[in-house]
C-alpha cells in the first residue's frame, strides 16, 4: 500500500468517526449503546465462561525481551515456621506494551502526526502521564457482544505465517462460514493463530515478522461499527504493508477512529468452547486495571457463553 492511498484510508476514515467528547470518550464506544450492553445479555446460555488472556510471562524470550517480574515480598522464612498471622505479598511490575503479554491499548497510546486521536495534542502525554484518552476512560470496563473470527479455519491451516495479512474478504467469509454477522457495537476477534504457533514451534521476534490485519481490513471496522477490536496477535502485520508506517492498523483504528485495540490474546480455550456451542458470539467483559494516565493495560477479556 502506497503512503499516498495510506493517507487517503487514514483522512476517510477520520472524517467519519466521532470526535471524543469533553470528557474524552466519544469514537467508537459511542456504538456500544446501553441497549446494545442489555441486548449482549442475551448471549448468555450456558453459563460457561472463558478467559481471553493469556499467561502472562516471566521468562525473557525473543519477542519478550522485558518480561514481567514477579517477585515474592513475603512470608519471610521465620514468617513460615511461626504461629502467628502473616500474609503472603508479592509484586508484579511489566511493559504493557511488549509482544508476549496480553494488554489493552488507550487512545492516548497513539502519536501520529504530533496528534492523539481527535486532534488532541501530544503534549498531553507527559513523563507524568496522560492527561487526556487514558486507559482511565474504561474505568467502568467495555461489555458488549464479543464475535471470533477464526481465520486459519476459514483458510483450513492451524494458522497462519508472520507477515501474511488478513482482508476484508477473509473477514466477510469468515462471518459466512461461522455464521455469524459483525454489527454495530461489537467487540471483534479475529484469531490468526500466533498464540498456537508460539505455542508449537516456540516464540520468535514479532517485531520483526508477524501476522495482522491489512490496513483495508480496517474499512470492515468502520461500517460494521466495531467498538474494540483484540487479536492474538498484535493486529498490525510486520513487516508493515505501508511505507514508513510501522503500525498502520494502530493508527488508523486508534488515533483515527477511537477504537480501544487489544493485543496478544488468547484465543486456544474459546476457540472449543464456540466449536462446541455451535456459535461464535457471546457476552464479553473488558475490564482494564483503573490506573490514572496510563497508556495501555493488563487486560484479561472474559467471554460467557
Known amino acids: 500500500m502506497t503512503a499516498h492511498d495510506f493517507r487517503e484510508l487514514y483522512e476517510r476514515l477520520r472524517g467519519q468517526a466521532a470526535q471524543p467528547t469533553v470528557d474524552g470518550r466519544g469514537g467508537a464506544l459511542r456504538h456500544l449503546t446501553p441497549a446494545r450492553v442489555a441486548a449482549a445479555a442475551a448471549q448468555v446460555r450456558i453459563g460457561r465462561t472463558v478467559s481471553l488472556a493469556a499467561p502472562i510471562e516471566t521468562v525473557q524470550g525473543p519477542d519478550d525481551p522485558e518480561p514481567a517480574v514477579h517477585r515474592m515480598t513475603g512470608p519471610s522464612p521465620s514468617d513460615v515456621g511461626s504461629a502467628a498471622l502473616h500474609f503472603a505479598t508479592d509484586r508484579v511490575a511489566m511493559n504493557v506494551h511488549g509482544d508476549a503479554d496480553s494488554h489493552l491499548d488507550a487512545l492516548c497510546h497513539v502519536i501520529f502526526d504530533g496528534e492523539l ?52 474478504g477473509d473477514l466477510t467469509a469468515a462471518e459466512a462460514v461461522q455464521g455469524v454477522r459483525v454489527g454495530p457495537g461489537d467487540l471483534l476477534f479475529v484469531r490468526v493463530g500466533h498464540r498456537l504457533r508460539r505455542t508449537e514451534l516456540g516464540p520468535w521476534n514479532a517485531a520483526e515478522a508477524r501476522v495482522g490485519l491489512h490496513p483495508t481490513a480496517v474499512e470492515f471496522l468502520a461500517e460494521r461499527q466495531v467498538t474494540a477490536l483484540g487479536g492474538d496477535g498484535n493486529n498490525d502485520t510486520a513487516p508493515s504493508a505501508v511505507e514508513d508506517v510501522a503500525f498502520p492498523v494502530h493508527v488508523l483504528a486508534i488515533h483515527a477512529m477511537g477504537i480501544h ?36 493495560s493488563p487486560v484479561n477479556p472474559i467471554a460467557v457463553l
Do not use: K, Q
Not at 119 to 148: F, H, M, W, Y
Not at 152 to 164: A, K, S, T, Y
Not at 266 to 292: H, I, K, M, N, Q
Open 117 to 168: 486521536y481527535g486532534g488532541v495534542p501530544a503534549s498531553t502525554v507527559t513523563a507524568e502521564g496522560a492527561r487526556r484518552l487514558s486507559v482511565d476512560l474504561l474505568e467502568n470496563g467495555i461489555v458488549g457482544r464479543g464475535v471470533l473470527l477464526d481465520i486459519p479455519r476459514l483458510r483450513g491451516v492451524p494458522w497462519l505465517e508472520p507477515g501474511d495479512h488478513v482482508t476484508s
Open 261 to 296: 485495540l487489544m493485543d496478544y490474546l488468547g484465543f486456544e480455550d474459546l476457540l472449543p468452547a464456540c466449536a462446541r456451542a455451535g456459535r461464535w458470539s457471546f457476552l464479553c467483559v473488558v475490564a482494564p486495571l483503573r490506573l490514572t494516565g496510563a497508556t495501555g
